[in-house]
């Protein structure tokens, strides 16, 4: 069965220095991959998305993500933290054509002054 | 006009109450879905509905129905809510999968539940 882990639910970072959110999946085959981000009270905007070819992936925002097969993972990441990067940061996985996205628990992502 | 609807944005009940939460979208997308989001365990899918006639389980259906009324209608239903459905509930659509579409869901801004 397909499943998505992310190791860390909270993350604190200084504004301006880099992050990484990490995303290891399991899934037998080369799985379709999500970055979606959720503001406080608002719903969930994709960031990125992998489903073939290069395997690093410009989204929104600034962010990118590599897809690692040999780690099973799809790890974010952005150079620079802005306040308002401040967020949950889900991480999803769509293994087949069922169609159905399955989500990691969520990164809270805190940023500091 | 946001894509995906959700009515109503908020609401408090009781247990016991039957409650329904409705979602429209004019994305023209066949496909519609239900999950529910609680701190800690990200979102887990309630139903979904990948055409008119064609209602599926998610895993964590219990408690819960929906109805598609329409292709662009797909409510939920807690025929008799209890305290632990206390939950961030989001509609969500997307296209087919495959042939160029990647399944990437488009959410609406969610239902805030509470039943006391």
């Known amino acids: 069965a397909q499943s998505v882990t992310q190791p860390d639910i909270h993350i604190t970072v200084s504004e301006g220095a880099s992050l990484e959110l990490r995303c290891n999946y399991s899934?037998?085959?080369?799985?379709?991959l999500f970055w979606y981000v959720q503001s406080p009270g608002q719903g969930l905007q994709l960031l990125l998305k992998?489903?073939?070819?290069?395997?690093l992936v410009q989204g929104i925002k600034g962010f990118e993500a590599e897809f690692k097969r040999s780690q099973s993972s799809f790890n974010l990441r952005k150079p620079s933290v802005h306040w308002s990067d401040a967020a949950e940061y889900f991480c999803?996985?769509?293994?087949?054509?069922?169609?159905?996205?399955?989500f990691g628990q969520g990164t809270e992502l805190s940023v500091k002054p | 006009d946001a894509d995906v609807t959700q009515t109503p944005r908020n609401r408090i009940t009781k247990t016991g109450k039957r409650i329904m939460l409705e979602c429209s979208q004019t994305k023209g997308h066949d496909r519609m879905y239900w999950y529910r989001q609680d701190p800690g365990l990200g979102l887990r899918l309630i139903y979904y509905s990948f055409d008119v006639k064609d209602i599926n389980k998610g895993e964590i259906s219990d408690g819960y129905s929906v109805s598609r009324q329409a292709q662009a209608k797909f409510s939920l239903s807690l025929e008799s809510a209890i305290p632990n459905q206390t939950a961030l509930y989001f509609c969500?659509?997307?296209?087919?999968f495959g042939q160029g579409a990647t399944g990437e869901l488009f959410f609406g801004e969610g239902s805030r539940l509470t039943v006391l």
């Open positions: 999803a996985v769509n293994g087949g054509r069922g169609g159905k996205l399955i």
């Open positions: 899934y037998g085959a080369t799985p379709y």
């Open positions: 969500a659509t997307s296209d087919f």
């Open positions: 992998y489903f073939s070819g290069d395997t």
